[in-house]
């Protein structure tokens, strides 16, 4: 099972290589693809954020890298579909820190392929933590970012209700969730009427996966993700006190 996490880590962190996945936007982007395109980028957004519901606990400390990948884009996504992207996504580096009365604190980050990304959250453990095999943990969580590209700029709000279980060797986790994304145009050769543009999306999210932790304060996690429809797969692994 080791092995089999530690390859879907790698997997999903592993993100397809582009020179800009992005990049097109300004060429191929019309009044009909934005609001696709948007989903697709809420989607990866909102993803990666949580790997069990068990909240740190105060002065808890939780840093790794994470990563998401969605398989396709949407059929309508004519800016990644016309840049010849299949799968796509983005690598995180997340840190969180545990605070007073089962609340967490994260903030998250990426400068990655054209694209300059901060965000961050607050989650609330709505069961009372424990180590003990079998414990059940519930967890609410908010996150937002902030995203900006030379050809568009996004904001991103998003919320999951995660709940798992901790097992021998294992804790299974599933979260349901929701992403609010905007997109707005900053320039476009294909129809300059379009540039100060906006569109929002609203989309669904569901994650089901599992975390190991091989060593004491290591883990590694990994799971599928259904985002608006459409199939991907997250993983990451950190370092956890």
């Known amino acids: 099972m080791l092995k089999m996490t530690v390859m879907a880590a790698l997997l999903s962190l592993s993100i397809p290589v582009h020179a800009d996945q992005y990049g097109a936007f300004e060429r191929l982007a019309d009044s009909g693809s934005i609001k696709p395109f948007a989903r697709d980028l809420g989607g990866v957004l909102g993803s990666s954020t949580f790997h069990s519901a068990r909240s740190l606990g105060f002065s808890g400390f939780d840093v790794g890298v994470r990563g998401v990948m969605q398989f396709g884009p949407d059929r309508d996504n004519r800016i990644l579909r016309g840049n010849g992207i299949d799968a796509f996504g983005l690598p995180w580096v997340q840190a969180e820190i545990g605070m007073p009365f089962r609340f967490d604190g994260f903030i998250r980050g990426i400068s990655y392929q054209g694209l300059t990304i901060a965000g961050g959250g607050l989650r609330y453990g709505l069961l009372k933590r424990g180590d003990a095999p079998w414990t059940p943990h519930l ?22 209700l995660v709940g798992s279980m901790g097992i021998p060797l294992l804790t299974p986790y599933v979260g349901i969730g929701f992403d609010r994304t905007r997109v707005v145009v900053r320039s476009s050769t294909a129809d300059p009427l379009l540039i100060g543009h906006d569109v929002t999306t609203f989309e669904s999210r569901f994650t089901a996966g599992a975390q190991t932790r091989p060593w004491p304060f290591f883990y590694l996690h990994a799971a599928y993700v259904l985002l608006h429809r459409q199939s991907g797969a997250e993983a990451g692994m950190g370092i956890r006190f």
Request: proline share 0%.
């Open 139 to 160: 967890l609410a969580s908010g996150v937002g970012h902030s995203v900006v590209h030379e050809h568009f700029s996004a904001s991103h709000v998003g919320g999951n």
